[in-house]
């Protein structure tokens, strides 16, 4: 395929998701210059939901905002012929979510604290940026999960996907539930507003799986189990899952997934320095050799995000679930009487017709 699209022109598709596609394209200008991206259009099913549009420009604004190595870069954002599209830096790798599946087993522990270290990095950037002001954003991204992270051939992590990010003072909408359910952080799936420590939480989960092989929190039967995990903080030690696993590390787990935000750790880099301690990092040279040899081909194909992003507009709970039977309940209750008043109207005798009025005399007959 080879569409044009503005000054774009597009290649083939190499990513789908929820949100949007994913487009292999290059960026055509006049005297030969052209650049390789990859290029983000919403889904019009998306567009005509004015939430989940609001998500996608979310992405956009943020990101913008941020220039770090180890964070997907935005290039150009804007609406062509009537598709929202976001042009974005080309990551030729696969995302965490699928180096994970085709691994198979845990990470050697040098790779994921690599993976995990370069994170902090550019979560600590995200934390920490300023305006133009000078002003502290307090950006949070609120969606740290495997889906979101780009590994590229080169062995760099990168965050993608920041269309939930908020800053502080947009985080404060109590009772929203946004993310992946088996990386939401407590106070996430209770809906109460997120702070950075929040992102920590979601990365200490992804340290506890790259490590172990599992997930601290798998997915239950129904949400509402799923949730009711989460806010309990309730998992298995990762020392009964890796027997072999150093207390230092498992010290490192245990602290990023405290119950309450104050016992984490104070910042990404706090986090960051206590792993290198640790887990001495393998280096970009080692992840890279990780990657090519569980992932061959340059480019990802599939889906963007292999378990999707949920949203909910309060928490769940079974009460709520069992009172939503009530509209239900009353609306069959009044189509039942609304039943019986006519079956009543149609088979009640109907009192006789009254006599009819004597007809007129007849007009006189002119002379």
């Not at 022109?9 to 052209?34: D, K």
Request: net charge neutral; with cysteine.
């Amino acid at each position: 395929m080879a569409t044009s699209f503005g000054p774009y022109r597009l290649l083939r598709r190499i990513a789908h998701g929820g949100m949007g596609e994913v487009y292999l394209a290059v960026l055509e200008r006049s005297g030969g210059f052209s650049k390789t991206v990859a290029l983000k259009m919403m889904l019009p099913t998306v567009a005509s939901k004015p939430t989940l549009a609001e998500l996608f420009e979310s992405e956009a604004s943020v990101a913008a905002m941020l220039n770090h190595p180890n964070i997907v870069q935005i290039f150009d954002h804007g609406t062509i012929e009537g598709n929202t599209f976001i042009s974005m830096e080309l990551v030729e790798g696969p995302d965490l979510s699928s180096l994970v599946e085709k691994s198979r087993a845990p990470f050697p522990p040098e790779v994921a604290g690599e993976i995990v270290i370069q994170l902090c990095r550019g979560l600590s950037h995200a934390h920490e940026r300023k305006d133009l002001h000078g002003r502290r954003m307090g950006i949070v991204h609120g969606d740290v999960s495997p889906p979101n992270i780009l590994i590229s051939q080169d062995g760099q992590a990168k965050l993608a996907d920041f269309g939930l990010a908020r800053g502080k003072t947009l985080a404060a909408a109590e009772g929203l539930i946004t993310g992946k359910y088996s990386y939401m952080s407590p106070e996430q799936a209770r809906g109460s507003a997120l702070t950075e420590k929040s992102d920590l939480y979601s990365l200490g989960l992804i340290l506890y799986e790259l490590l172990t092989g599992a997930r601290a929190f798998p997915l239950r039967e129904t949400p509402t189990e799923t949730l009711e995990a989460l806010r309990k903080a309730d998992y298995p030690p990762a020392k009964s899952l890796l027997p072999d696993l150093p207390e230092a590390v498992c010290s490192i787990i245990d602290r990023a997934l405290r119950v309450s935000p104050r016992d984490r750790f104070e910042t990404a880099a706090a986090m960051s320095a206590a792993l290198t301690k640790a887990v001495p990092p393998g280096g970009p040279e080692k992840l890279s050799e990780f990657v090519r040899q569980h992932t061959p081909e340059s480019i990802p194909t599939g889906k963007l995000a292999p378990e999707p992003t949920e949203m909910a507009a309060v928490p769940i709970s079974p009460k709520l679930q069992k009172r939503r039977w009530l509209p239900i309940l009353s609306a069959l209750f009044a189509i039942a009487w609304a039943a019986v008043l006519a079956w009543w109207a149609l088979h009640t005798p109907q009192p006789p017709p009254a006599h009819p009025a004597p007809p007129p005399p007849p007009d006189p007959t002119p002379p």
